[in-house]
């Protein structure tokens, strides 16, 4: 798709991430900023079924002005896979990246005054130790800071909880959305399910690393928090464990996924006598 002459695909392919990603975060970010500053959701299944939501209405808003992968693991999946031109991967990962920022931002903007309110209630110094409790609004952090901290998780335990929980999404995705699976729902549902996916996989692994699944996600909403003064919290992990865990393990999951199905489930439903019209062009 081209916008004109002048401005290729890459411009709409930017703008489709940029818009979908930055409402995937913002209600998703959104719904974790009002558990913990008002307790305005109860349980871990509430905040997933949000963020599933969000998903789902992301892609529906956008998907007509780009593919609505929303999520650099997707993209550089669909890559590996030979579903996407890898010339197209700059625009869609700087269109993530951000829409993820900008909604980051938003979020401060409208909770701003809350938030100190909230640390001054509750004594913290926003950049100390304590004031994970609320920079984790934005970036992620592993345990979960808000379900039993008091619970070691490592490093490698959490690389795999999100290396899994990626590889998950994007195969679902995969089988989700490929012509070649007659069981696949109607397109005009497709995004639903990958919403409904997304909140399986939050519920099952968030009490480890609050299932960031998405390095756009996790990234530019911790990179915010640390330019609006909560420095060394939005990094603690001394281990670059931001970088392993929230960003290698997603792409090391969704690579695995992307081959697995493209190498050995594509082929098997191939020869099953399914049409064969997958891809996005």
Known sequence: ???????????????????????????????????????????????????????????????????????????????????MASRKLPSYLLGQFTGAFLAAALLYVLFSSSIAQYESINGILRGGGDSIRTAMMFGEYYPNPGLRPEVPV????????????TFALVFLIFSLTDGCNVGRPDDSLSPLFIGLSVTVIISVIAPLTQAGLNPARDLS?????????????????????????????PITGGILAALLFEKIIKPVMSNRGNVKTCGCP
């Open 221 to 249: 909403p911790r990179i915010f928090a640390y330019l609006a003064g909560w420095k060394e919290a939005a990094f603690p992990d001394s281990h670059w464990g931001f970088l392993t865990v929230y960003v290698l393990g």
């Open 1 to 83: 798709m081209k916008i004109n002459d002048n401005n290729p695909e890459y411009v709409s392919n930017f703008l489709g991430e940029m818009i979908g990603t930055l409402i995937l975060v913002f209600f998703g970010c959104g719904s974790v900023a009002v558990t913990t500053l008002f307790s305005a959701h109860s349980g871990l299944f509430q905040i997933a079924a949000l963020w599933g939501v969000g998903v789902a209405l992301a892609i529906y808003a956008t998907r007509h002005i780009s593919c609505a992968h929303l999520n650099p693991a997707v993209s550089i999946a669909m890559v590996v896979s030979g579903r």
């Open 154 to 165: 490592s490093t490698m335990n959490a690389f795999l909880a999100e290396m899994a929980g």
